[in-house]
């Protein structure tokens, strides 16, 4: 199964990509993981990477490109894998289909997660970080026991500054500009479907793999 996540920052994308790895038992490629992998294993395209990361510069399409290649290219993605944060632009799109069609594969589905903003700003204005360990917690969905306080150093819980309401409104807009035309392209080729990230973690999860079962059947029902 080959599947790419789209959708907002505080969408929970991350959450069910990390289920589905489970259950499918296929990875979780997230783009920030494989280019920080490949600069500590300092692969040629890692190091062009850190290149453009130490002096704080964006890391261009064709080297992000490159590092997704050769994660692809490994073995524990044979059987399918699930991209999170890639691609971000139809040029990004446009390179992933050609990797997919020199390994000989395509793509199975896109899932869009989709949330009003209210939901999304709510969920991340919420979020409280340790200045001391980092851990991270939720006034609503997962506080701390004391308030303010971090329940495994004791460390001041703060409210980062890309978490308030109106730092995340702008976060959703710039979102929405970058991200309509990689959502008209799938759309185009019959692929996206989208994912009501509304609902509670486990009612995302249901609607995603009652979604991905029916694909699996339909596969498997033309095949035979």
Known sequence: MRLIFLGPPGVGKGTQAVKLSQKYGIPHISTGDALREAVAKETEIGLKAKSYMDRGALVPDEVVIGIIRERLDRDDCKDGFILDGFPRTVKQAEALDEILKAMGVELDAVLNVEAPDDVIIERL????????????????????????VCDVCGGELYQRDDDKPEAIARR??????????????????????????????????????????????DYEKEEG
């Not at 970080?129 to 980092?134: A, F, H, L, N």
């Not at 185009?188 to 793999?209: A, E, M, N, P, Y």
């Open 172 to 217: 959703l807009q710039v979102y929405k500009e970058q991200t309509a035309p990689l959502i008209e392209y799938y759309e185009g080729k019959g692929k996206l479907h989208r994912i009501d990230g509304s609902q509670d973690v486990d009612g995302v999860f249901r609607q995603i793999t009652g979604l991905l079962e029916g694909e699996k059947a």
């Open 125 to 148: 204005s919420g979020r409280r970080t340790c200045r001391s360990c980092g851990r991270v917690y939720h006034i609503i969905y997962m506080p701390p026991k004391k308030e303010g």
